[in-house]
């Protein structure tokens, strides 16, 4: 009886001897050791935004507010996002975003379509957050007539006066159309302001753990002034950027500065 539990004691140690010495598992363990070896996850690192505004529509020639409101880009503003495009070839973008509407969309893959390096077959990134202001019943109302009802309102003489006595222009009209929108829908500043600030943040902390780089970024005119005071009310411009301008922003985990405000240089360099 010993003898026999003997023997399969001595047989059970060679089955194991066996398996550990088998080639098969040896390599198997040594795929399961190198591919914990070679996962490597990125570090945060410094997000630069090219904040670009989309190029000029149909609703912009015609001088007609255009928040939600939608109007596809000119032929002269689709030749103009696309000098952007060239301007910009030569950089490596490693997330591309614009907002939900359909000018910032075209403006953006037309600019992605002109570029020469492996960001060129970049995926588009909607955000509803960076999405211009909202009018309400005013959207497609002639640009004149809410200057108009803007000085009015705020019992100045005319538009120019406004411009003359107001740092922000755009900030009183928004906040104006906000009171008086018969629909009570259209947005104040403010309303503007928390929505494009949650939506920038999303996008630049996404970026930044994600290893950070450079983004383009399609917004709009009013929204982009708002991204702008809020980190520095100086560097707001009077009006608004100009349709295919780009601004630059820096992120670094903590901190934001502004890098450039309202540039054209990208679609005017010689070199296209």
């Keep these: 009886m010993k003898k ?5 004691f001595l047989v059970l140690i060679l089955i194991c001897l066996t398996t550990l010495t088998n080639p098969i598992y040896a390599a198997n363990e040594n795929v399961t050791i190198k591919s914990k070896a070679t996962v490597k996850q990125n570090e945060p690192g410094i997000v630069t935004i090219y904040l670009i505004r989309h190029g000029r529509t149909i609703l912009n ?4 507010a255009q928040g939600w409101a939608d109007g596809p880009l000119t032929p002269a503003g689709e030749d103009l996002v696309k000098r952007v495009g060239k301007g910009l070839a030569e950089i490596s973008f490693a997330a591309a975003y614009s ?5 910032a969309r075209q403006t953006a893959k037309l600019i992605l379509a002109e570029n020469k390096t492996k960001a060129k077959d970049l995926p588009l990134i909607e955000n509803k957050g960076i999405r211009e202001v909202y009018f309400g019943e005013f959207e497609g109302e002639k640009m004149d007539v809410l200057w ?15 411009f003359t006595k107001a740092n922000n222009p755009f900030k009183e009209l928004v906040n104006t159309l906000s009171v008086l929108d018969p ?22 902390e996404q970026v930044y ?16 002034n708002a991204i702008l005071e809020k980190f520095d009310a100086n560097k707001v411009p009077k009006g608004l950027c100009k349709n295919g301008s780009v601004s630059k922003l ?12 309202n ?6 360099q010689k070199n296209l």
């Design 61 to 64: 020639q015609t001088d007609r």
């Design 4 to 8: 026999r539990f003997f023997i399969a």
């Design 209 to 224: 753990q994600n290893g950070g780089g450079d983004i383009l970024m399609v917004s709009h005119g009013i929204t982009i």
């Design 183 to 204: 629909s009570d829908e259209a947005e104040s500043y403010q309303e503007l302001a928390d929505r494009t600030s949650k939506g920038l943040k999303e996008i630049a």
């Design 250 to 261: 820096e992120f670094d985990g903590k901190a934001w500065r502004i890098l450039e405000v």
């Design 148 to 162: 108009k009802l803007t000085s009015s309102h705020l019992k100045l003489g005319n538009e120019e006066e406004l």
């Design 99 to 103: 907002s939900d509407s359909g000018r």
């Design 263 to 268: 540039e054209m240089k990208y679609a005017e």
